[in-house]
């Protein structure tokens, strides 16, 4: 399968391209081009160097919509142990878009809940490319619930463009859905880890999104709207998205300088998707030392300083 | 997403029926025309019925303060926290600056914020009131926004008195980015702590209530009012046109779809708000609420292990 190349990429792209050409070339014809291969090397390495070590807001929001960056079920499947998936809100239905589930991570028996994107189009089909609809928060309810009656931390994994914009999500109460888990997480009496590992897409995302930490990936976006629906609303015109990426300060850097997360998961350079042993370790380290600080704390004491931490979030003034 | 489509909407309705649907901001003396029922109203006759449309029953936008002395009784409303106003975090600029759309709305509507709040007595109980305006920014929820509402939730639980909202909104206010989506979380932990206090909580939704705002605290109220025709979702309707790419249902997310669906207890017309909300306090405001029935909704075990 041919690499995908974000935008921003292509110079990079079409010098390694070059470069293979070259080396074929030297291989076949055996034209002793060692120093020009040489070179052309060096050259790529400086512009890949060049090009990710200081990647804008719209670049960030490119890399954290890579198809080849892992996904929940990647650490579900890396870190996780003795998993149990729990299914459906004993309601409607099972929405395949969040996954909840008993799993043990970083050593721990948790409840685990994540949006779940597809790898490819048949799962992004049957999960919605991580958009819930109501029956998916339910499920995502009943889970925190169940942690909170059985005394079992909660992690969550944060990764979807949002919750589903459609008819039936509105007739069944998108909005009280993610409402109820606002209310669920703020009160929840055990310790909940969040981890924004691509998308953080508005409600949709919040509703699984915050807790006693916020752990966001390097690249990882957080964002009230999507770049592309706030240009279309502010300039008629999506395609001014890197413009309000940029305004609307979502990235991992933005949201621990806006007191919001509390921690950031370096990313291999070019992103999580180069290297993704690199950040699987990383992640579990984070949420390891999260969960130890935290699991040892009293739970009153826990749940009221979540409540000072979320009502502490907010500028405003109370001069004339 | 929702807000896009907000003013999208919005910006459709004035093509559509010019100025007439912005009685609020004329001043009396001034002849419009009613966008449902098309009958030339005069603005002071409007302002004397509650800017309720006297031949369709059409419910125009209401200013928040003139919600907030139509539902309160006569002479108690006294406002709080009314220094509490937005200030530019993000220094935000794209097309045109937040800084800029803030000092017009004041200008506009004369208010500190999109929100007032203040103790009152409503059918003889002291409440906490709340009125959101959407004149202001579409009334959209940025951080003073949220703190007026987190306030609010904080005085009704100290003081034991029920709380009344009246909602409009657009959603969050994007221009605070980050700041203004965790306004959810932070509105709904406010909601939740007063549940679990077992103080009543009332919230009455108007035309129009979308996304993050929807989303929120708005919906975790014990009883769920909205007014006639009212349009109530988390994504607005040209969003999810785009989306399933066919027009909507007649009667797409009104107040009386919702009902329909579950989601609301009733449509109250404008006159009757005030009657209501204080015949149900009546019921909610008079026990004492047993100890034990306290969060139990939520079946959380406390530290001792009690229910
Ligand atoms: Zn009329
Ligand atoms: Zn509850």
Redesign the interface.
């Known amino acids: 399968m041919a690499r995908f190349v974000m935008e921003f990429e292509r110079p990079l792209a079409e010098l390694e391209a070059k470069l293979i050409e070259l080396k074929a070339l030297d291989a076949a014809a055996e034209l002793h081009l060692d120093q020009e291969i040489a070179e052309l090397e060096a050259e790529v390495e400086q512009l890949r160097v060049t090009l990710y070590q200081a990647l804008s807001p719209w670049e960030r929001v490119q890399v954290s919509r890579h198809p080849g960056r892992p996904k929940t079920q990647d650490y579900i499947e890396t870190l996780g142990s003795d998993v149990f998936e729990l299914r459906g809100d004993r309601t409607y239905g099972d929405d395949e878009a969040i996954f909840a589930g008993l799993v043990t991570i970083a050593g721990r028996r948790c409840v685990l809940l994540g949006h779940r994107k597809g790898k490819n189009t048949k799962e992004n089909i049957r999960r919605n490319f991580g958009s819930p609809h109501p029956e998916g928060l339910r499920k995502a309810r009943r889970a925190m ?1 169940l942690a ?2 059985f005394g079992l931390p909660l992690v969550t994994f944060i990764d979807t463009q ?2 589903h ?3 039936e ?8 859905a ?3 888990n ?6 929840l ?1 055990v310790p909940v880890v969040a981890v924004g590992i691509g998308e953080g897409g ?2 949709g995302a ?2 699984i999104g ?1 807790g006693d930490r916020l752990i966001m990936l390097e690249n990882a976006y ?5 770049p592309e ?7 008629k015109d999506a395609s001014r998205a890197p ?2 990426s940029a ?4 990235t991992a850097a ?2 621990v300088r ?1 007191g ?1 997360a509390d921690e950031i998961v370096p990313e291999s350079l070019g992103g999580a998707h180069r290297d993704p042993g690199a950040v699987f370790a990383a992640v579990e380290r984070a949420i390891s030392s999260a969960l130890d600080s935290l699991c040892g704390q009293e ?2 004491e826990l749940v009221e300083k979540r ?1 000072e931490r ?2 502490a ?8 | 997403m929702p807000i896009s489509d907000w003013f999208k909407a919005r910006e459709g309705r004035r093509y559509t029926v010019a100025s007439t649907d912005k009685a609020a901001d004329l001043p009396d003396g001034v002849w419009l025309k009613c966008p449902s029922c098309k009958h030339t109203l005069y603005q002071g006759a409007l302002n004397d019925n509650l800017s309720v449309c006297p031949h369709c029953g059409h419910h125009f936008d209401m200013p928040a303060y003139d919600r907030v002395l139509a539902l309160a009784d006569e002479g108690t409303f006294d406002e709080t926290e009314a220094l509490v106003s937005s200030l530019d975090p993000l220094r935000f600029s794209a097309a045109k600056p937040y800084a800029t759309s803030l000092a017009s709305a004041k200008e506009k509507t004369g208010l500190a914020e999109a929100m007032i709040t203040g103790r009152a007595l409503l059918g003889g109980h002291p409440v906490v009131l709340g009125a959101m305006d959407f004149r202001f920014i579409g009334a959209s929820m940025g951080s003073a926004v949220g703190e007026k509402i987190a306030r609010a939730f904080a005085l009704a639980q100290a003081e034991d008195r029920a709380l009344v909202l009246a909602i409009a909104s657009g959603g969050a206010r994007m221009q605070e980015g980050m700041l203004s989506l965790m306004q959810m979380a932070k509105t709904a932990a406010a909601a939740e702590r007063l549940s679990r206090a077992g103080v009543p909580y009332l919230s009455i939704l108007t035309n129009p209530t979308y996304g993050g705002v929807t989303a929120s605290f708005p919906v975790l109220a014990d009883v769920i009012l909205a007014e006639p025709g009212a349009l109530i979702g988390f994504t607005g309707p040209r969003v999810i046109e785009q989306t399933i790419r066919q027009s909507l249902p007649k009667g797409f997310q009104t107040a009386e779809f919702l009902v329909e669906h579950g989601m609301i207890d009733g449509v109250v017309p404008r006159s009757e708000l005030r009657d209501t909300v204080g015949r149900i306090l009546d019921y909610l405001c008079a026990q004492d609420v047993p100890e034990a029935a306290v969060g139990a909704v939520c079946a959380v075990p406390t530290e001792d292990g009690e229910a």
């Open positions: 619930l909170e009656k949002g919750a914009p459609g008819l999500a509105e007739e069944r109460g998108q909005g009280w993610i409402a109820e606002l209310a669920t997480l703020a009160a009496r508005s409600g919040l509703a915050f957080y964002s009230v709207i999507s629906a706030c240009a279309s609303i502010l300039y413009e309000t305004c609307l300060q979502m933005d949201l806006l919001i739970v009153g409540f979320i009502s979030i907010g500028v405003f003034t109370e001069g004339e």
